[in-house]
């Protein structure tokens, strides 16, 4: 991936956050009884296949760690990228 990507967490929307060369990219969110759900990952498609959409979901499922929330991911991707990580699994609630 070229250049350094900032992602940023948007708590009062639920959201976390990149731009790059001006497109956006989002993973949003909901806390809902202890638990981090994620709804939805979505890229640009401009800015498709640099891995922003996995930056976004570690840095998701880091913060839901240090808060010490469980994570239940239902969008298809965030499944999916939890499913390759095998250090996050701890994390994926019941």
């Not at 708590?11 to 990219?25: C, K, S, T, V, Y």
Request: hydrophobic letters at 45%; a negative charge; one cysteine or more.
């Amino acid at each position: 991936m070229e250049g350094t990507i900032e992602i940023r967490h948007r708590p009062e929307q639920e959201r976390f956050e990149a731009e790059l060369d001006g497109h956006h990219a989002v993973l949003n969110y909901r806390l809902a009884a202890g638990c981090m759900v994620i709804d939805h990952v979505g890229v640009a498609p401009a800015i498709e296949g640099r891995g922003i959409a996995g930056r976004l979901t570690q840095a998701a499922l880091a913060w839901a760690r240090l808060s010490g929330v469980k994570v239940r991911p239902l969008c298809s991707y965030a499944a999916a990228w939890m499913r390759r990580h095998p250090d996050c699994h701890d994390l994926h609630a019941d």
